[in-house]
């Protein structure tokens, strides 16, 4: 078996990700930024040619670089936020060789992911949001896709997985508000000062969605997640309902997760 662990950020994933991690102390864990066969959040998709002009670049620390490096046919996949370095530039780099946030034409997204999905054959891990995050993010907010087209895609997605192992526990989140401003206080430094949450904001502003649409800050945000959250939630009826368990990210116990 395997768990895709999903939900809005705040619902308390990473909570989740640990209990199971409990339950099931065999199983290997995926965080976002890890290796992982299914989602490349945090990680660099590139060419052979872009990965040795990288190599080339920033040869002080090229063997960090490779130790942190999986090829997957003529793509390599460097775990690039995993490399210690104090050169702020290099994550700059790494970062445009991302998939996500509209940086690859719509056509070679959808390739990369179901590719992906259709050759994943593991089994016994558990996955951190690596089913709707960021590929539902990427869709809402930097290619103003449609709740219909977002669904359609889905569609395939949940053809490639087909026949593989797989619960989904989802995290609603009945107050979306509330677990926002528990995250702002996490996220912060040891004077008070909000470190995730302006970058959050920031990168919600940026986006297409927001800028055509004209909205932004913490209420656009809310809003988008509000409506994030109800688009996954119906794809999880819709789509998988026999694979999806969704708990209350406030109200689950234990006894619950010891019974899926």
Partial sequence: ?????????????????????????????????????????????????????????Y????????????????????????????????????????????????????????????????????????????IVVDMLLFRNATDVEIIDFYKDIRNALEGKDMKILYLRADNIKANLDVIRKERSDENGNELWFPMMCGFFNDSLYARENGVSGEEGLIDHFAQRQELE?????????????????????DKMLADL
Avoid at 234 to 247: G, N, P, Q, S
């Fill in 1 to 57: 078996m395997n768990y895709f662990i999903e939900g809005l950020q705040g619902s308390g994933k990473s909570t989740l990700l640990s209990k199971i991690s409990d339950l099931h102390p065999d199983y290997r864990v995926l965080r976002e930024g890890d290796y992982n066969p299914v989602e490349l959040s945090w990680c660099a998709y590139m060419t052979d040619q872009q990965y040795f002009d990288i190599l080339e670049k």
């Fill in 59 to 134: 040869p002080d620390i090229s063997s960090r670089i490779k130790d942190l490096t999986f090829s997957e046919g003529d793509r390599r996949i460097v775990c690039y936020t995993k490399v210690q370095t104090d050169n702020g530039e290099f994550y700059k780099d790494l970062e445009q060789f991302e998939i996500y946030n509209g940086r690859v034409s719509q056509d070679d997204f959808k390739k990369i992911i179901l590719r992906r999905f259709e050759n994943w054959h593991g089994n016994d891990s558990i996955f951190e949001c690596s089913l709707f995050q960021n």
């Fill in 233 to 253: 939630l119906r794809i999880c009826r819709e789509l998988f309902a026999d694979k999806v368990t969704v708990l209350s990210s406030k109200g689950y116990t």
